[in-house]
C-alpha cells in the first residue's frame, strides 16, 4: 500500500477546508500502518493498553459507518467488529483476522462516507439518530470525525514509534 497525503490548502471555502482536512487525517492513519508486517500491526506501545494500529483501522472503519451511513442517512448498517459481547471489538482483532480485510474494509467505508456526503449542504441535518438520540448537521459529522482522526493519529505516532522507531506528522 502506498497512500497519498495531500496537505490541505491554507485558503479554501468551508467545504473544501472540512474535507481536505478529513481526508489528509485518513491518510496519515493509513501512513503510520504503512510498511509494517501483522505482528508489528499487533504490537501495543504502552501496556496495559491493549492499543494497536490494526485496532485503530478497525475503530475507524466502525467509526465512518457509523457516523455517515446511521446517522448522516439512517442506514440500519449494523457493526462491522464489535458486538453486544464485546462493544470495544474494532479493538480487538483475533489471531483470525487480517489487516488486509480490516483495510480494505476501513477504505470501503470512507468511499461510502464519501458518496453521502456528496450533494449535501454543511446545514443538512442526517435522518438518522446517535445512540444518544441526538441529531447532528453534517458540518458537526465533519468536525467530529477530524476530532476523532486527530486524537488517535496521536495514539497511532506512539504505536508507530515504539514498533520502529518511526515518527513524523
Known amino acids: 500500500m502506498t497512500v497519498e497525503r495531500i496537505e490541505p490548502p491554507t485558503i479554501a471555502?468551508?467545504?473544501e477546508m472540512?474535507?481536505?482536512w478529513l481526508d489528509f487525517h485518513r491518510a496519515t492513519l493509513a501512513t503510520k500502518c504503512e510498511g509494517l508486517d501483522d505482528a508489528q500491526l499487533r504490537t501495543a506501545s504502552a501496556?496495559?493498553?491493549?492499543?494497536?494500529l490494526f485496532g485503530l483501522v478497525r475503530h475507524m472503519a466502525e467509526v465512518e459507518r457509523g457516523w455517515f451511513r446511521r446517522v448522516l442517512v439512517g442506514e440500519d448498517a449494523g457493526p462491522i467488529y464489535y458486538t453486544e459481547e464485546d462493544?470495544?471489538?474494532?479493538f480487538h482483532p483475533g489471531p483470525e483476522a487480517t489487516f488486509e480485510e480490516a483495510y480494505a474494509t476501513w477504505q470501503a467505508e470512507i468511499e461510502r462516507a464519501r458518496e453521502l456526503a456528496a450533494g449535501r449542504e454543511l446545514?443538512?441535518?442526517g435522518t438518522g439518530k446517535h445512540r444518544s438520540g441526538e441529531e447532528f448537521n453534517l458540518r458537526w459529522i465533519y468536525v467530529h470525525m477530524i476530532e476523532e482522526y486527530a486524537r488517535h493519529n496521536g495514539h497511532a505516532d506512539l504505536l508507530r514509534?515504539?514498533?520502529d522507531g518511526v515518527t513524523g506528522d
Open 161 to 163: 514509534e515504539a514498533v
Open 18 to 20: 472540512l474535507e481536505t
Open 13 to 15: 471555502g468551508e467545504r
Open 87 to 90: 462493544r470495544d471489538g474494532d
Open 123 to 125: 446545514d443538512e441535518v
Open 47 to 52: 501496556p496495559p493498553s491493549n492499543l494497536t
